[in-house]
């Protein structure tokens, strides 16, 4: 059975620090790979996803993941922090196909102090 | 352009009562996905359908649940009668088969069950 674990359930940067939120999955073949955002009372919105090919992966919000394979991780970073960044992250794996339901890490709350 | 609609945004029920919990997926999306979250759980998939077919519904929690999709444009999904330990928050999310697979979240129905 497909899993998802984010081993940091807070995280505290300083605004315009950089940030890293980890993600680590199990899946029996190749995955694919989300990190969504969830502010306050909102729904989630996709932040990126990788699929295939380049390794490293661009979103928007200036987000961008790398899937490392060898050590089953897809993890978040950004180089500099905006306090509107403050947010529940979640980190998600799916099989292919386009129409299966998604399995989602417990999330890491971000929180930026000024 | 109109996202993942789902209505109502908050419902406060006595215990024992049914309640139904609506979704209109983005016009063109032929998968949909119910997912619930609490604090303990995460966010769960409950059920998904192709082309308004269920798919898989194991993450259903009980008989007590039910979700319908007449049609291309709307989903319900049904608890009756509702617990307490009900009380969550319910997503559904929409996604095109086929395509960039990504699914849309709506804002959530907050649900309490007193």
Same mark, same amino acid.
């Given at each position: ?114 | ?18 309640? #139904? @919990?609506?979704?209109? $997926?983005?016009?063109?999306?032929? !998968? ?9 759980? /995460? ?32 989903? #319900? @999904?049904?608890?009756? $009668?509702?617990?307490?330990?009900? !009380? ?9 088969? /086929? ?16």
């Amino acid at each position: 059975a497909q899993s998802v674990t984010q081993p940091d359930i807070h995280i505290t940067v300083s605004e315009g620090a950089s940030l890293e939120l980890r993600c680590n999955y199990s899946y029996g073949a190749t995955p694919y790979l989300f990190w969504y955002v969830q502010s306050p009372g909102q729904g989630l919105q996709l932040l990126l996803k990788y699929f295939s090919g380049d390794t490293l992966v661009q979103g928007i919000k200036g987000f961008e993941a790398e899937f490392k394979r060898s050590q089953s991780s897809f993890n978040l970073r950004k180089p500099s922090v905006h306090w509107s960044d403050a947010a529940e992250y979640f980190c998600a794996v799916g099989p292919g196909g386009g129409a299966d339901g998604l399995t989602f890490g417990k999330g890491t709350h971000l929180i930026i102090q000024p | 352009d109109a996202g993942v609609i789902q209505s109502p945004r908050h419902e406060v029920t006595e215990m024992g009562q049914e309640v #139904t @919990l609506r979704c209109k $997926p983005i016009s063109g999306h032929n !998968s949909l996905f119910w997912y619930r979250q609490t604090m303990m759980r /995460g966010l769960e998939l409950l059920i998904y359908f192709n082309n308004n077919v269920p798919i898989d519904d194991s993450g259903m929690p009980e008989d007590r649940f039910s979700a319908k999709m007449p049609n291309a444009s709307f989903s #319900t @999904l049904k608890i009756q $009668p509702s617990e307490p330990r009900d !009380s969550a928050v319910y997503f559904c999310a929409s996604s095109f088969q /086929g395509g960039a697979y990504e699914q849309y979240f709506g804002p959530g129905t907050r649900l309490t069950v007193t």
